[in-house]
């Protein structure tokens, strides 16, 4: 079975990009966001869709100490976001993004569930400081400092999510306010738009927040605040611009009433050229943002917890083929030993910037539990 479903997914693959010619902007410019929809040059509207197949074996222990396998295939939506954006004038503008998936748990399960991911106003400022450029404030529901950043360096969101929110430890977005920009000049242009638009510094880029600690989809439990930044330096501008380094911290208490402690220090290497993406990171602290990694007889005290994730992606010359793969390792310093980690890779075929075709296979090991995923999936962007 587990070849049949590595069959289909390449069959698939092949069957679909063969029927369908490759666009003329596919090879111009596949780093640029797609171009959004002008509604009466009154307000801009865009989406994204995560459509996949995903065929699912597992083998576990149960809880009476016996071998069981499990198998599923379904093909369902993963993920859909819809976005409409207004510049109020030259300084504020208003953001509103519905984040779209499918249900669970409980008797709606399989219905759509709809819920708010983004709901702010933003501020650019004019600062008269040459060594201050970019300034910009959000307030509402807002960016979180680091997964927004190292989604536009890893694009394979489409997979799944990015390594520390797949180990739970925090996610891309809260109440809260956010200030971002950058120390010292932007970045030029041309790079920005044809090579990585993540940095837009061309030395240091910052982006500091206080928030709820509980994520968007979470209620505040408790009266303490969690305070987050990222800085992130390119250090040879001239001879390597795409090289890069970042730092992120979380320092509050993970949201529940007992209030455990939730501090975390992340840092990552990235290079990010045209062909070429690779990155490395680390991250370790106690706790996480929703107070689940706590002693199992007292709430109130966090769990150490620390891991790293390796991802690299090559683009196949000037074509819209690339191949891709990340590792992940996590531990919870739990006493039991259950450590994760995870294998995840494949190949990507990006018709232009609104369309990608992405077939991978994933595989994941907790103690005695075995999990491969064989996935294909379709990212619309518009």
């Known amino acids: 079975m587990r070849k049949l479903s590595t069959f289909f997914i390449g069959l698939s693959a092949s069957i679909l990009t063969a029927q369908i010619p490759v666009a003329t902007d596919t090879v111009i410019d596949r780093t640029s966001e797609a171009q959004k929809i002008n509604i009466g040059d009154f307000v801009e509207m865009s989406g994204q869709w995560f459509i996949s197949y995903r065929d699912i074996h597992e083998d576990y222990i149960a809880t009476d100490g016996s071998t069981m396998k499990d198998h599923q295939s379904s093909v369902f939506l993963k993920r859909s976001y819809f976005t409409l954006e207004k510049d109020l004038n030259a300084t504020f503008s208003v953001r509103y993004t519905q984040d779209i998936t499918i249900d669970t748990e409980g008797d709606d399960a399989g219905n759509v569930e709809t819920r708010l991911k983004y709901l702010y106003v933003r501020a650019k400022p004019k600062v008269n400081i040459d060594w201050l450029t970019g300034l910009w404030i959000e307030g509402g529901m807002v960016h979180r400092p680091w997964l927004d950043y190292e989604q536009k360096v890893n694009t394979y969101r489409a997979q799944d999510n990015m390594a520390i929110e797949r180990n739970k430890i925090f996610n891309s977005a809260d109440f809260g306010l956010t200030v971002g920009g950058n120390i010292g000049p932007k970045m030029d242009r041309e790079f920005l738009k ?27 439990k408790n009266n303490n605040k969690v305070i987050a930044g990222r800085f992130s330096v390119r250090p040879l501008p ?51 943002y929703k107070g689940r990694y706590v002693e199992a007889d007292d709430p109130s005290k966090a769990l150490d917890n620390h891991g790293y994730s ?60 075995k999990t491969e995923i064989y996935e294909l999936t379709l990212e619309i962007v518009f």
């Open 238 to 288: 001239a001879i390597i611009p795409e090289l890069q380094f970042s730092g992120y911290f979380n320092v509050g208490k993970g949201n529940t009433e007992y209030n455990p402690d939730f501090n975390q220090w992340l840092g990552m290497a990235a290079y990010t050229g045209r062909n070429l993406t690779l990155t490395a990171q680390y991250h370790d602290g106690t706790g996480d």
């Open 194 to 220: 044809t090579t990585n638009g993540a940095m837009k510094g061309k030395y240091l880029t910052y982006v500091l927040g206080i928030y709820n600690g509980g994520g968007y989809s979470g209620a505040e």
């Open 310 to 369: 390796i991802f690299g992606e090559y683009k196949i010359g000037n074509t819209p083929w690339a191949i891709w793969g990340r590792h992940d390792s996590f531990t919870l310093e739990n006493g039991i030993d259950d450590d994760i980690t995870r294998n995840i890779g494949g190949i990507s075929y990006r018709y232009n910037r609104n369309i990608r075709l992405i077939a991978n296979t994933e595989h994941t090991k907790q103690l005695d539990d």
